[in-house]
C-alpha cells in the first residue's frame, strides 16, 4: 500500500493563525511533541522573514528529530534576480533544515496581477529556484499556490508550472487550495488528473474556509496524492488549515492507511491538547476524536444506552486515540448519570440511589453556578465525601487580600486568612508574590501545623477562565487549580463573580483534598497491617 507523508505546518501556517503567536521556547517543544507523534516532515516556519524563525532554525542546528525531518518555508526567487543573489533563497539555505519548501504561482492571473511579472518568468523562477535548492545538497517540495483556482481558469499554465518544478527535481508537487474555497468532487478530480500525469509524487495543503479542509485532504488521498499537509487543531490562516488531529485517524481508522503507530495514535489527544496549551488557546470541546466532548454522553437515555453497550452512541473506542468517555451531569441527566461520572472518577456510588440523588442535586446547582468538574476530579471526589456526611477537616472562617503598588516601591501582596480547625481560630498571614500566591501561603501557614501532610504539597497550575454574563452585566470567573505531592496531581475548582474567592475556593478544595486522600491513604495503610 502507498504510504501518506504526514507534513505538519502547525509552526508556520498554524502560526499565521489569529490569536497565535509562538516563541522560539514554543516552536522547539511543538517540535518535539510533533517528533513524538510521528509526522514525517515538520515545517519550521520562513527563516529570514521574522527573528524568531531564524533563531528557531538555529537552534535546531545539530537536533536529532527521530521520526521526522525538518523543513524550511520560502517562495521562489525575485523576478529578474538569479538564485545566488537572492537573499531569501540564501536565508533558506542557510537555515540548514535538509527539506525546502517552495511556494511558488501556479494562477497565471496572480503572477500579473501580484507578482506583476510576466507567466515565461514566472515558470523559470520556478525552475532556477527548485535547481538552485537541489544543486545545494536539498530536497525540495513545491508548495503550487492557487493550483485549484489557477487550473480551472487555465489548466495549462497551472500545470506547466508544476512540470518546471517536477523536472527540475522537486521531489513533491503540493497542491494547495490556498483560499480554501474548493469543493472535495473538484479536488478529487484535479488530483487524479495531476496523478496520471506526474506519478506518486503529488501532495495536498488545503484550508478551511468551506469547512471541508479534512474532507478535501481525504478527497485528495482517495486520488493519489501522497502527501498530506496540515497543522494540529487546524490551526492556520482565517479559518484554519486541514486540521491534522482529525485527518490522522480518519486516515488510519477509516482509510486503512498506517500513519502512526497504535503507540503515537494514542498520544493524539495529550499531543493535540498540549499544543492548545502552548498555543495559549482553549482546546475546542467538540473537535473530532480529541477534543472533550468528542466522547461525552449527556442526554439520559444515551447516558443508559452507553451503559448497557459501548457502540450505542460512539464510532470508535476512545482509547484508541487516547481520549475517554465521559459523562456529563445537567438538567437532562439524574441519579444514573452521576453514578456513570463517578465511576469515571473512580468512585463507587454503588447501589446507594439517595446518596446519588443527593450528589446529583448538588452538582446541578453547582453547574448552573458556572461549576464544571470536567478537569476537577478532586473537587467532584470532595462532593461525594460531604454528601456521604463527612466533615470537613477545616472551615474557612475569613480572609483579607492585599495589593498595594505605591510611588518608588514595587508590588506588594498580602494576604490574611482566619481557619477553623478542631473548634480552634488559627490566623495567619503571608506575603506572596500575588494576591492568589499570597492566599497559598497564608492558607499552608495556618494548616500545616495541623495538617503535616499540607506541607509536601504544591501548586502547579492555576488557570482562570471567564463565563458568559448570564445577567449581562457580572460575568463569572471560572478557577482550576492544579495541586500535587511527589506521587500525583490533583485538580480542582472554584467559581464566582470575584476571581479573588473563585480562587479561595479552589484553593481550599486543593488542601482540603490532600487532607482527606492523606486521611484515606492512612486508613487503608491500618486496615492493610491490620
Ligand atoms: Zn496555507
Redesign the pocket.
Known sequence: MTRIELYD?TL??GA?GVGINFSVSDKLRITELLDQLGVSVIEGGWPGANPTDSEYFASMRGVQLENASLAAFGSTRRAGVSPQDDLQLRALLDSGAPIVTLVGKTWARQVADVLRTSSEENLHMIEDSVAWLIDHGRRVVF?A?HFFDGAIEDTDYALRCVERAFDAGAERLTL?D?NGGTLPDLIETTVRDVVSRFGDVVGI???NDTGCAVANSLAAVRAGAVQV?GCINGY??RTG?ANLCTLIPNLQLKMGFAVASDDQLHMLTTIARDVAEIANIAPPHSAPYIGSAAFTHKGGQHVDAMAKVAYAYQHVDPAVVGNRRMTVVSEQSGRATVVTKAADFGIDLGGDHPLARRVAEEVKHLEFRGYSFEGAEASFELLVHRARGHEAPFKLVDYIALVEQREGRSLVCEATVKVLVDDDVVHTAAEGNGPVNAMDAALRKALTPRFPEIGLTQLFDYKVRVLDGRDGTAAGVRVLVESGDHHRRWNTVGCSTNIIEASWIALADAFEYAIVSAQHQSAREVAAAG
Open positions: 505546518t508556520r501556517d499565521q508548495d499556490e494547495c490556498t495543503h488545503c484550508h499537509q492556520g490562516e488549515n
